[in-house]
């Protein structure tokens, strides 16, 4: 082997030891790297579970505070109805007494000075009593010349009356009432029906 021969073979074994470490390096870099890429993205699943399981939560807590404001509603209409319906049994109690003082009024002689006295006592008796329901809600029902309204009306009966359109309220034989807007009693009534007789034609 020359002496030339001997310079170049350790220059080569640096350059192959010098590969070899560059290999190893790129090698463990790689590892490297890809143990970090595998954490990263096990990272990134635990962070996307977290956010669901955030927005879940966030989704129940929103559901159960709209719970809340829909009880909270349901418990102020309850109270609500609770007080404008309270006097209901009350209220239907003190019907009669209202139509037995209308009646006795519209059967009483006015013209008898005798009774005056007395018919003017039960009138101001009425006019009190009706002051006294109305400050609680409770309105008469008197719907003469109104159309009939099955939801509030009671028909007693039907009869043709010329010149009138049919399901008019022609003559009420019994006031009926509501409470704060919810019928109590309907008005007992009669009603105007369709005539029989054909239209005719004045065309002719």
């Known amino acids: 082997m020359s002496s030339e021969q001997k310079d170049i073979a350790p220059d080569e074994q640096a350059v192959n030891e010098a590969v070899e ?7 463990v870099e ?13 990272l990134e699943a635990k962070l996307a579970a977290a956010e669901d399981k ?16 829909n009880m909270r509603r349901r418990s102020a209409q309850d109270v609500e109805k609770a007080h404008k319906f309270a006097l209901d049994k009350f209220a239907a109690e003190l019907l009669p007494v209202i139509d ?10 006015r013209e008898d000075e005798a009774l005056k006295p007395m018919i ?33 009306h009671q028909a007693m009966s039907m009869q043709e009356v010329p010149g009138v359109p049919a399901n008019t309220v ?8 509501e409470l704060n807007g919810r ?22």
């Open 21 to 27: 470490q560059e290999v190893e390096a790129q090698a």
């Open 30 to 42: 790689g590892e490297i790297v890809s143990e970090e890429a595998s954490r990263i993205a096990e």
């Open 54 to 69: 955030i927005a879940d939560q966030k989704d129940s807590v929103v559901r159960a505070a709209a719970e809340i404001d």
């Open 100 to 109: 037995n003082m209308e009646l006795a009024l519209s059967h009483a002689d």
């Open 120 to 152: 003017e006592g039960v009138e101001l008796t009425l006019k009190s009593m009706l002051s006294s329901v109305e400050k609680f809600g409770v309105l008469a029902i008197d719907p003469k010349d109104e159309s009939f309204d099955p939801d509030k």
């Open 170 to 177: 022609i003559a009420v034989m019994q006031k009926g009432y």
């Open 183 to 204: 019928v109590i009693r309907p008005a007992m009534v009669m009603v105007s029906k369709a005539s029989a007789e054909p239209a005719v034609d004045t065309k002719a």
